[in-house]
């Protein structure tokens, strides 16, 4: 059923077709807008058999989903930014213990600077936690995947995060294609777990293992993620049959076949990229992108099939490693690794900096005139940067850099130390 | 009315695919007619462009008068939007009735699509009131 709705509204109604048996929340903006409007939906008896359980922390969040997942009920969970980092222990035990969590993040910055808007370093932080990970491009690309996540996760017992832009999506109202009740049961069978705590057939779950077994359980859980690289796909074909469009897989090509430059990115920056290729193909430029969905695993050999005619690639991303540069863009390398092809990194839309066509526009010319630095950090103002470097140079009581340059902007009062 | 707050939205007939603020918009709709001279709301506003402010002032007394001669005259209005929020409402909150502005001025939406979408967004009374102020904006552009 087509609706116009807020993004957030959208996630929520398709969890809820999920038929999720347990849903642990704690509000972090910007994700909160979902487990509010769970909350309701439970309330009016629209889940099922639900439990709601609103806990104190989002570790707790993270605990009580491994407790519910381990007891066999299907578990949901959406969390933000710090809210992420705070559960990380729980969100590693998860994937350690291989329980089938689904849990939403709102991409969101971290702090400090504290900042509520829009990047990728919260899920990028924990992209090696064991946990596949699949970004949406769009509010239906945030309802498909979560549906699709509940399968993958049941099937491999593996949990899995879907990865939305906050605000850009999470706030958006947008025209979504709702599925109904009978679709996704079609699609979605009951959760039969491997593993359960049951009284009547008693097992421990969470042994301690040693040097003598540890290395092995590990590379299981790796085995588990080289098998989501062969299901996401028949997931997603399976998909287009029930639900009549595609979503989902690994990754998603856009004008790239015969293109010279390819841009490489996840999540909701895509949209904008396809509009800056198909300006670009207009001016006769050869430019195509491609998106990748599945960020973990990552999709080594599909994306080096779509990136190896490529004669350089650019990979634009909303987090980066400090004194690196890039970070998915290691992933696009060790997927061209023995390849000479030339690959920069754009850093952009950091806490929530609009990433617009025009700045696209003039850093992909650059590339495909190979003059862009590499990594190169978009619309960075170099005035600003140069004061604070003088400033510290000048002085050693220099003082709090964050503050120094929201005076510098004129964005508080006084002047800068 | 509190700190100032800037939304966006894109109308199209094909898939919306930039994620990237309004920076030029065809059409701006001035809620608090007190942040005109705080804050740049015209960079970017095209003169052949639509603007709507609410405010029962004439533009010449909110420092406009210049500025908007700019406009085809039938691209502007101002509109009493929180006075008719307080009688439909009982509250001095202008949305809906801007909203009802916008569509007789622009034509780009049927009021009959406004009123639908801020019942389904507000159902019951609340929303009936809502649509009945957007109506009146409506209304009352259309027949002046």
Not at chain 1, 139 to 155: G, M, Y
Not at chain 1, 165 to 170: H, P, Q, R, S, V
Not at chain 1, 178 to 204: R, S
Request: charged share 20%; proline share 6%; hydrophobic share 45%.
């Amino acid at each position: 059923m087509l609706k116009q709705m807020e993004g957030s509204h959208a996630v929520a109604e398709a969890i809820a077709l999920c038929r999720p048996e347990v849903i642990c929340a704690y509000p972090i903006t910007p994700q909160t807008h979902i487990v509010e409007r769970l909350s309701e939906l439970v309330q009016q008896g629209e889940i099922g058999n639900c439990q709601y359980i609103n806990v104190e922390s989002e570790f707790a969040a993270m605990s009580v989903a491994i407790g519910a997942s381990a007891a066999g009920a299907r578990a949901y969970t959406a969390t933000s930014s710090q809210g992420l980092l705070f559960m990380t222990e729980a969100v590693y035990n998860a994937s350690g213990l291989g329980l089938p969590i689904v849990m939403t993040i709102g991409n969101r910055a971290i702090g400090a600077p504290i900042n509520i808007w829009n990047d990728h370093s919260d899920s990028m932080a924990l992209r090696d936690a064991g946990w596949i990970q699949l970004y949406a491009e769009t509010n239906q690309d945030a309802i498909d995947l979560h549906i699709q996540a509940f399968r993958l996760a049941e099937q491999l017992s593996v949990p899995v995060m879907v990865c939305e832009d906050g605000f850009i999506l999470t706030h958006a109202y947008e025209r979504v294609d709702m599925p109904d009740l009978n679709q996704v049961q079609a699609y979605l069978p009951p959760f039969e777990p491997v593993q359960i705590l049951d009284p009547a057939d008693p097992v421990t779950i969470g042994a301690m293992v040693g040097p003598e077994a540890f290395a092995e359980v590990r590379y299981l859980s790796h085995h588990k993620h080289l098998q989501a690289v062969e299901v996401i796909p028949q997931l997603a074909s399976e998909f287009a049959k029930i639900f009549g469009r595609d979503s989902g897989g690994l990754i998603q090509p856009y004008r790239s076949d015969d293109a010279e430059t390819v841009i490489v990115a996840l999540g909701s920056v895509v949209g904008t990229i396809r509009d800056v290729v198909d300006d670009m193909r207009e001016d006769g430029v050869s430019i195509g992108a491609v998106k990748v969905i599945s960020f973990r695993p990552f999709p080594m050999l599909a994306l080096r099939a779509a990136l190896e005619n490529a004669k350089r690639v650019i990979v634009v991303e909303k987090a980066f490693a400090d004194g690196l540069g890039g970070i998915a863009v290691n992933s696009v390398r060790m997927a061209l690794r023995g390849l000479t092809t030339p690959i920069y990194t754009i850093i952009a839309g950091l806490g929530g900096r609009p990433i617009t066509k025009d700045s696209l526009l003039r850093a992909f010319g650059e590339a495909t005139r190979d003059e862009l630095d590499d990594p190169h950090f978009l619309d960075l103002n170099w005035t600003v940067i140069d004061h604070e470097l003088a400033r510290a140079k000048e002085k050693r009581r220099s003082g709090p850099i964050a503050e120094n340059v929201l005076r510098d902007l004129g964005l508080v009062g006084g002047k800068p130390v | 009315m509190g700190a100032p707050v800037i939304a966006f939205c894109r109308l199209d007939d094909k898939e919306i695919r930039l994620r990237e603020p309004v920076m030029s918009p065809d059409a701006l709709i001035v809620q608090d007619p007190t942040l005109l001279h705080q804050v740049d709301l015209f960079s970017g506003l095209d003169t052949r462009g639509y603007l709507l402010i609410n405010t029962t002032r004439r533009y010449r007394d909110l420092g406009l008068g210049d500025y908007v001669t700019k406009f085809p005259p039938h691209h502007i209005c101002t509109v009493a939007a929180s006075e008719w929020a307080v009688e439909f409402i009982g509250k001095p909150l202008p949305n809906a009735a801007m909203l009802g502005a916008f569509s007789a001025i622009t034509r780009r939406v049927k009021l009959d699509s406004v009123q639908e979408a801020i019942r389904q967004k507000f159902p019951g009374e609340l929303g009936e009131k809502n649509a009945a102020a957007a109506g009146k904006a409506y209304n009352t552009i259309r027949t002046n």
